[in-house]
């Protein structure tokens, strides 16, 4: 049993709690305090078994709905987030660090999918043909798949899942979320407001849990699809395994993504922009600018000289302090690796502009805390400039020419945002169209695209064909079918139906 029963997260299935069974516990840290404040309980291979069956033996019944009475659960839940929008941003930021503010902007993102679902019954309309050939009509529409998986990031854990599900079960499939064993708390809550929505039991599952859940969810035979936002490693794993056992795979990854200062640039929006895309939620964001690529070192130094002061008087603390605008990150174990980084980044000869490592909190002394870091002068072997630091580090990279950043954005493994900042529209125009990177912003930091278009990176950003989301998500958890088909003909030949007598002819 575990120590903090009382603060245990349980699982959520059928339409209610569920005690896990396997023994195994995940601790979950208060990031300010960095003490542990509550456990998951970890699913064992058959708790995440049962969980699979439970969506599987509801699927018929659900896809049997019609999509217009199936949205009317989505509307109903849109009014329930906003009336627990405080108690969700509590849980939310309690686990996983984020101010409150930002905790609440990004379950309003979340229910921007939420919003776009409920119009599924105009995105599920198919196209018609009519007499393909004589007599022949043929027309397609697209079917939802059955069981959908889904396995998130600490990141977002309202946000993320709701890219996923809200989709997935307008389109008419059930759904076992497994969320991050870091911060589940917020993730459990949203599936209770679907139940008070009227969702059917079984439609939408949650199961707490690490690999063992994991792998025992992406190998199911009853398994449709897998819907994963993570790291690169565990998310290329997930696609092998998931596609070679024969499902749909889309796998969002990690991110190095390059803001490009062209020497034309407004100065003051690309500070403003620089503070808020590096070191907004504490650079926890895979659209978040960890790599900035200055062209020519007039602007650099500028940029340099208006930034140190913004970042020294970022106001940091816990979450639920008055003013702050960063909080710690997720888990002492989190703080050590973005430490690790900056220690590497010095070693490897990158200028430490502003150094984050100190920082204490006044009562938070033990808190996953980390200031604004800036590296100056970083050159692209360095590992703070090849991985993904995700932490409030921020790596300036200087360039002599157009040509050099967009080979740098262009060179990187991963492709998932990037932006460039001038007032030119003929390098903004080249810029778009060459670089190899799924989101693109021209003079906007964070090019998030809203929930009616699709959200993904390329190269090692995204494994599989399917952004998420918008058009992209419909497509992914509903298939085509086609139908032709041919009726007895005769009616224009004067054939005579007589439907009084049992409909024959
Ligand atoms: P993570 O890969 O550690 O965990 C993601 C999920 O995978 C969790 O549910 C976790 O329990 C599970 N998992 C972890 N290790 C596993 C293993 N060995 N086998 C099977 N499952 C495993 O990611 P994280 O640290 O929670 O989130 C941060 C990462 O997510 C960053 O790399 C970030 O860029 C990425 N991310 C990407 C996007 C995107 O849209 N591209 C969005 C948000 C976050």
């Known amino acids: 049993m575990s120590k903090l029963a009382q603060d245990l997260v349980h699982h959520y299935s059928a339409g209610r709690y569920v005690e896990g069974r396997s023994g195994r516990y995940g601790d979950i840290y208060n990031p ?25 033996s509801a699927f018929e019944e659900w896809s049997a709905i019609p999509a217009t009475r199936r949205v009317q659960v989505l509307y109903r839940f849109r009014e329930l987030i906003l009336l627990h929008l405080d108690e969700l941003a509590e849980l939310l930021s309690s686990e996983h660090g984020k101010t409150i503010d930002d905790a609440k902007g990004s379950i309003m993102r979340g229910l921007d999918v939420v919003e776009f679902a409920c119009g599924i019954p105009q995105l599920l309309k198919g196209e018609y043909s009519d007499s393909v050939a004589s007599g022949v009509d043929s027309w397609s529409f697209r079917q939802p798949l059955g069981v959908c998986v889904g396995i998130t990031p ?4 309202a946000m993320v899942p709701m890219w996923m599900f809200p989709i997935a079960i307008a389109c008419g499939n059930t759904f076992v979320l497994k969320p991050s064993e870091r911060d589940p708390s917020c993730t459990v809550k949203l599936a209770e407001l679907m139940t008070k929505a009227g969702l059917p039991d079984g439609v939408l599952n949650v199961v707490n849990g690490d690999r063992e859940a994991v792998d025992a969810l992406i190998t199911d035979e009853r398994v449709q699809s897998i819907s994963f936002v993570g790291s690169t490693r565990v998310g290329e794993y997930i696609y092998q395994v998931g596609s070679s056992h024969g499902k749909r795979v ?30 907004g939620s504490a650079g926890e964001r895979c659209m978040a600018v960890s790599v900035v690529v200055m062209v020519g070192d007039q602007i650099a130094d500028t940029v ?4 140190k002061p913004r970042i020294k008087g970022l106001k940091v603390g816990a979450y639920d302090q008055k003013g702050v605008e960063m909080g710690p990150v997720v888990t002492p174990d989190a703080l050590n690796r973005i430490k690790k980084y900056i220690s590497q980044g010095l070693d490897e000869g990158a200028k430490l502009v ?9 009562g938070y002394e033990e808190g996953c805390f980390i200031g604004a870091t800036l590296f100056d002068n970083v050159t692209p072997k ?9 932490g409030p580090v921020l790596c300036v990279v200087r360039v002599t020419s ?38 693109v912003g021209v003079n906007v930091p964070i090019p998030v695209p809203l929930a009616f278009h699709s959200f993904g990176g390329w190269k090692r950003s995204l494994f599989g064909d399917h952004h998420i989301h918008g058009p992209e998500g419909v497509r992914f958890y509903t298939r085509l079918k086609t139908v032709t088909s ?5 009616i224009r030949a004067g054939a005579v139906y007589n439907f009084k007598g049992g409909g024959e002819r």
């Open 154 to 157: 600490f990141n977002f854990p």
């Open 304 to 307: 340099m000289e208006k930034l």
């Open 250 to 279: 889309q796998a969002l990854c990690g991110a190095k993504n390059h803001m490009v200062v062209m020497p034309d640039a407004d100065i003051d929006q690309v500070v403003d922009a620089i503070m808020g895309a590096a070191y």
């Open 402 to 439: 157009y040509d050099e950043a967009i080979a740098l954005v262009n060179e990187h493994e991963y492709g998932n945002g990037t932006a460039i900042f001038t007032r030119d529209g003929d390098a903004a125009r080249d810029f778009m169209a060459r670089c190899q990177i799924g989101m």
């Open 32 to 56: 300010a305090t960095g003490q542990i404040a509550r456990q998951v309980s970890l699913a064992s291979t058959t708790e995440a078994q049962e969980m699979v069956g439970v969506a599987f």
């Open 382 to 390: 360095m590992s703070i400039y090849t991985d993904e630091i995700f």
């Open 354 to 362: 502003v150094d984050g490592r100190d920082i204490s909190i006044s």
């Open 486 to 490: 041919r009726w007895p003909s005769g």
